[in-house]
């Protein structure tokens, strides 16, 4: 049967039949779909489960994988370098059963803080990395992924960019080959690392790249495509995809499955048969480099980007000189950033924060939306849990603003990589004061549970850390709870903690407004009466999608409104009208 | 011979089921077919778009400027923003509402006036429809996403029936109804 599936999703497929026994992640965009689509086929099949970070996930997966069952881990580019250290290691000790890593890349940044390639860390960990160009092939190569991980005693890295993750293409929809969990022989020479092993492995890790790159010279999934030999396109994953859309059979394409360890001898003999070759590649000249390395001249990176995306008119364009033509208005289109959505707690909280005018050392999630105007409350953002310890280290260099400063984490970033922040704030003796915005779920990545929310990955409910009594137990004495949906009440409990002596954590609780259950118990879009609309634009000020402006007053658009009321107090002359 | 609908809105106002029934339609329909979608922060209610492209065999999901056979947008802002991506002899159908982007909430800039007089004015050919009326005649504000794909249905040599069994075999039991009353109001507007 053919059915229309996203990357992410026949992935997800390709673990179901290749009789995966395990997968653990954490979510993050765009690797997030593949866990949640094969949670679907049921934990008895396949059991599935979000992790507390993405560590914990490989870990789990090794784990799993040297007990004797085939076992999965998906991340985002920036989820790997969480999981570096497990990985530099798992490439020592290989497997028992498969063991398959994805990993997504987001050239273009559409939902991510940096642009890194994660092809360096196939090369710097010594893994085998295959890249699929559409839906099937991210099928097919999960599949193969298990067969290479057991055949060369390895882990195998599944490369994915957000175009593939994200772009839907027909799947030819398979059974499930059901694979019995391997014999566990304990092997602690292979399994144990410690100097004395990991010494003889490391002689291992190398055999296997040239066994792998041997294997690569003749895969199905490196493939050559002659055309016209005029222009010769080496090109992996989306990339292949836009250079048949530009070029079609105007160019030869050597179109790589694998890209690493690389085919050498099957790269050269293609560069032989082409006038003038191309190694088209978004992000960093991998591939280029390796080629160049062995004296084969092409044309890469000095003719397009390190930056951002590729695509057919970029290649079109400089490849062929061709560009289509498009019409434009001769008028200003203001921008439409992203924001945080009508109803959302996290504006009552970065309204009362900006109410004190305090430093914001920010993290990861929806909130980081508290960045933009008109809230413009966020001053860095790194990375998962930095929020914690970054104020922990200003807290140190700068005591005499401690009283003026804060952290913001979402509950599922605070699981993530803020407790060890919390607890060395709390060792190391820092007055910081750290605000979990407690809204229930994970919600950037789009809903998933976490290990504060109650709930499992499928629904079912299982234990929630109590984030008032862990807070205690690293040595944190202060704990207050607050709405953030009552702006005043949040603000001068805040301003009242800030003047403590003590670190503390701060819990603005409310539901995020998007979760089907809360959204059922909220009331009626709220109204702006126009007789008592005086203009003054107050309510404008907590910058909701759903309040615009216009003819000297102000009005709430019902379709947007979610009736969180979170305006109505903003008003000094009665005019917002609802909550009913 | 690929052709290409481009899929623009504001994030929330449900582009990605308008965009998955239609790919899934093409499909039934044994086309070759490939959809984009942004996901992740972007959809927060900030401008996003959804490629849709088939025909015999596709290559690229992505749609570029010039290459749009048909823009369906959600939203009037979001159809003048996106025109560069039409084709020339290309079609851009419309929702008549308006959302003010959050530069113009905090006033650093203005809704331009009368956009799509402007976009017409370009020569381009505009099928304007109020879908939000559809949708609230069809019973939920909810159901823009399927009033619009109607009237996009209304410009395919595709079989109307063939658009109403991918609703029923892809929206839950209880909004099949209103779903299917939606696509109608627009298919027939």
């Given at each position: 049967m053919k059915k229309l599936m996203l990357g992410n999703e026949a992935v997800a497929q390709g673990l179901y039949e290749a009789g995966v026994r395990l997968v653990s992640s954490y979510p993050g965009t765009p690797s997030t779909e593949i866990t949640e689509n094969a949670v679907k086929y049921g934990e008895d099949v396949i059991w599935c489960e979000w992790a507390p970070n993405e560590k914990v996930a490989m870990e789990t997966a090794i784990g799993a994988s040297i007990a004797g069952g085939r076992a999965f881990c998906a991340q985002k580019h920036v989820g790997l370098n969480v999981a570096a250290d497990p990985l530099f290691t798992v490439a020592y000790t290989g497997v028992n059963a498969g063991l398959v890593i994805a990993v997504a890349d987001d050239p273009g940044m559409f939902s991510s803080q940096n642009e890194q390639d994660s092809r360096h860390y196939a090369r710097a960990a010594k893994v085998l990395m295959l890249e699929p160009s559409d839906s099937t092939e991210c099928k097919e190569f999960t599949k193969l992924a298990f067969d290479l991980s057991e055949q060369f005693d390895t882990p195998v890295f599944l490369r994915l960019t957000t175009r593939i993750a994200h772009s839907s293409s027909s799947v030819e929809v398979g059974e499930r080959e059901e694979v019995p969990v391997k014999e566990y022989v304990k092997n602690n020479q292979k399994y144990a690392m410690l100097p004395a092993n990991a010494i003889r492995r490391h002689v291992v890790v190398e055999d296997r790249q040239v066994a792998e790159a041997e294997w690569a010279e003749?895969?199905?999934v490196n493939k050559t495509e002659y055309n016209d030999t005029k222009i010769g396109v080496i090109a992996a994953g989306i990339t292949y995809q836009y250079a048949k859309e530009a070029l079609g059979d105007k160019a030869s394409y050597l179109k790589l499955g694998c890209v690493n360890p690389l085919p050498l001898n099957l790269i050269k003999e293609f560069a032989s048969k082409v006038d003038t070759l191309y190694v088209l590649e978004q992000l960093d000249p991998v591939l280029e480099e390796q080629v160049r390395a062995m004296g084969i001249d092409c044309i890469g990176k000095e003719a397009f980007d390190l930056k951002g995306e590729y695509s057919q008119s970029m290649i079109a364009k400089v490849i062929l000189g061709e560009e289509k033509e498009s019409i434009a208005l001769d008028i200003d289109i203001p921008g439409r950033p992203p924001a945080l959505c009508p109803g959302c707690p996290h504006r009552g909280l970065f309204s009362a924060l900006k109410q004190l005018n305090v430093f914001v050392s920010g993290d990861i999630g929806c909130y980081t939306l508290g960045a933009l105007p008109p809230l413009g409350m966020i001053d860095t953002c790194v990375c998962m849990g930095a929020s914690v310890s970054a104020l922990h280290g200003r807290n140190k260099v700068r005591p005499e603003e401690a009283k003026k400063s804060v952290a913001v984490i979402g509950d599922s970033t605070f699981v993530h990589s803020g407790i060890t922040g919390l607890v060395n704030a709390a060792y190391n003796q820092s007055n910081s004061k750290v605000i979990v915005l407690d809204n229930s779920i994970t919600g950037m990545t789009g809903h998933q549970q976490n290990p504060t929310t109650g709930k499992r990955i499928n629904g079912d409910p299982t234990t929630a850390i109590d984030l008032e009594a862990l807070a205690h137990a690293v040595g944190i004495e202060r704990v207050i709870v607050v709405d953030p949906y009552d702006i005043a009440a949040t603000r001068d409990a805040i301003a009242a903690e800030l003047e403590v002596e003590a670190p503390s954590l701060i819990i603005a609780r409310r539901p995020c407004v998007l979760l089907k259950e809360v959204r059922a118990k909220m009331p009626k879009p709220f109204e702006v009466a126009i007789d008592k609309c005086v203009g003054c634009k107050a309510c404008m000020k907590i910058g909701c999608p759903a309040i615009s402006f216009a003819d000297r007053k102000s009005s709430i658009d019902f379709t947007q409104c979610t009736g969180c009321g979170m305006c109505q107090p903003l008003c000094k002359f009665d005019a917002i009208k609802g909550g009913n | 011979m690929t052709r290409s609908i481009l899929i623009v809105g504001v994030g929330g106002q449900g582009t990605l089921l308008a965009s998955r029934l239609l790919g899934r339609t093409l499909l039934a329909k044994d086309y070759d077919v490939k959809i984009s979608e942004v996901h992740g922060m972007s959809q927060r209610g900030g401008s996003v778009v959804t490629y849709v492209r088939y025909g015999d065999n596709v290559a690229s999901p992505i749609v570029e400027k010039g290459e749009a056979d048909i823009i369906l947008s959600f939203e009037e802002l979001e159809a003048a923003r996106w025109l560069p991506y039409l084709k020339k002899g290309g079609k851009i159908v419309v929702n008549t509402q308006k959302m003010d982007p959050m530069p113009v909430i905090i006033g650093a800039a203005e809704y331009p006036k009368d956009v799509l007089k402007q976009v017409e004015a370009a020569g381009v050919e505009v099928q304007a429809v109020d879908a939000l009326r559809m949708a609230l005649e069809a019973g939920?504000?909810?159901?823009v996403n399927v009033a619009l794909l109607g009237v996009v249905a209304q410009n395919t040599d595709i079989e109307k029936d063939v658009w109403e069994e991918t609703i029923r075999t892809t929206v839950p039991e209880k909004f099949i109804d209103l779903n299917l009353k939606a696509f109608g109001l627009g298919y027939n507007a």
């Amino acid at each position: 049967m053919k059915k229309l599936m996203l990357g992410n999703e026949a992935v997800a497929q390709g673990l179901y039949e290749a009789g995966v026994r395990l997968v653990s992640s954490y979510p993050g965009t765009p690797s997030t779909e593949i866990t949640e689509n094969a949670v679907k086929y049921g934990e008895d099949v396949i059991w599935c489960e979000w992790a507390p970070n993405e560590k914990v996930a490989m870990e789990t997966a090794i784990g799993a994988s040297i007990a004797g069952g085939r076992a999965f881990c998906a991340q985002k580019h920036v989820g790997l370098n969480v999981a570096a250290d497990p990985l530099f290691t798992v490439a020592y000790t290989g497997v028992n059963a498969g063991l398959v890593i994805a990993v997504a890349d987001d050239p273009g940044m559409f939902s991510s803080q940096n642009e890194q390639d994660s092809r360096h860390y196939a090369r710097a960990a010594k893994v085998l990395m295959l890249e699929p160009s559409d839906s099937t092939e991210c099928k097919e190569f999960t599949k193969l992924a298990f067969d290479l991980s057991e055949q060369f005693d390895t882990p195998v890295f599944l490369r994915l960019t957000t175009r593939i993750a994200h772009s839907s293409s027909s799947v030819e929809v398979g059974e499930r080959e059901e694979v019995p969990v391997k014999e566990y022989v304990k092997n602690n020479q292979k399994y144990a690392m410690l100097p004395a092993n990991a010494i003889r492995r490391h002689v291992v890790v190398e055999d296997r790249q040239v066994a792998e790159a041997e294997w690569a010279e003749t895969a199905w999934v490196n493939k050559t495509e002659y055309n016209d030999t005029k222009i010769g396109v080496i090109a992996a994953g989306i990339t292949y995809q836009y250079a048949k859309e530009a070029l079609g059979d105007k160019a030869s394409y050597l179109k790589l499955g694998c890209v690493n360890p690389l085919p050498l001898n099957l790269i050269k003999e293609f560069a032989s048969k082409v006038d003038t070759l191309y190694v088209l590649e978004q992000l960093d000249p991998v591939l280029e480099e390796q080629v160049r390395a062995m004296g084969i001249d092409c044309i890469g990176k000095e003719a397009f980007d390190l930056k951002g995306e590729y695509s057919q008119s970029m290649i079109a364009k400089v490849i062929l000189g061709e560009e289509k033509e498009s019409i434009a208005l001769d008028i200003d289109i203001p921008g439409r950033p992203p924001a945080l959505c009508p109803g959302c707690p996290h504006r009552g909280l970065f309204s009362a924060l900006k109410q004190l005018n305090v430093f914001v050392s920010g993290d990861i999630g929806c909130y980081t939306l508290g960045a933009l105007p008109p809230l413009g409350m966020i001053d860095t953002c790194v990375c998962m849990g930095a929020s914690v310890s970054a104020l922990h280290g200003r807290n140190k260099v700068r005591p005499e603003e401690a009283k003026k400063s804060v952290a913001v984490i979402g509950d599922s970033t605070f699981v993530h990589s803020g407790i060890t922040g919390l607890v060395n704030a709390a060792y190391n003796q820092s007055n910081s004061k750290v605000i979990v915005l407690d809204n229930s779920i994970t919600g950037m990545t789009g809903h998933q549970q976490n290990p504060t929310t109650g709930k499992r990955i499928n629904g079912d409910p299982t234990t929630a850390i109590d984030l008032e009594a862990l807070a205690h137990a690293v040595g944190i004495e202060r704990v207050i709870v607050v709405d953030p949906y009552d702006i005043a009440a949040t603000r001068d409990a805040i301003a009242a903690e800030l003047e403590v002596e003590a670190p503390s954590l701060i819990i603005a609780r409310r539901p995020c407004v998007l979760l089907k259950e809360v959204r059922a118990k909220m009331p009626k879009p709220f109204e702006v009466a126009i007789d008592k609309c005086v203009g003054c634009k107050a309510c404008m000020k907590i910058g909701c999608p759903a309040i615009s402006f216009a003819d000297r007053k102000s009005s709430i658009d019902f379709t947007q409104c979610t009736g969180c009321g979170m305006c109505q107090p903003l008003c000094k002359f009665d005019a917002i009208k609802g909550g009913n | 011979m690929t052709r290409s609908i481009l899929i623009v809105g504001v994030g929330g106002q449900g582009t990605l089921l308008a965009s998955r029934l239609l790919g899934r339609t093409l499909l039934a329909k044994d086309y070759d077919v490939k959809i984009s979608e942004v996901h992740g922060m972007s959809q927060r209610g900030g401008s996003v778009v959804t490629y849709v492209r088939y025909g015999d065999n596709v290559a690229s999901p992505i749609v570029e400027k010039g290459e749009a056979d048909i823009i369906l947008s959600f939203e009037e802002l979001e159809a003048a923003r996106w025109l560069p991506y039409l084709k020339k002899g290309g079609k851009i159908v419309v929702n008549t509402q308006k959302m003010d982007p959050m530069p113009v909430i905090i006033g650093a800039a203005e809704y331009p006036k009368d956009v799509l007089k402007q976009v017409e004015a370009a020569g381009v050919e505009v099928q304007a429809v109020d879908a939000l009326r559809m949708a609230l005649e069809a019973g939920s504000p909810k159901a823009v996403n399927v009033a619009l794909l109607g009237v996009v249905a209304q410009n395919t040599d595709i079989e109307k029936d063939v658009w109403e069994e991918t609703i029923r075999t892809t929206v839950p039991e209880k909004f099949i109804d209103l779903n299917l009353k939606a696509f109608g109001l627009g298919y027939n507007a």
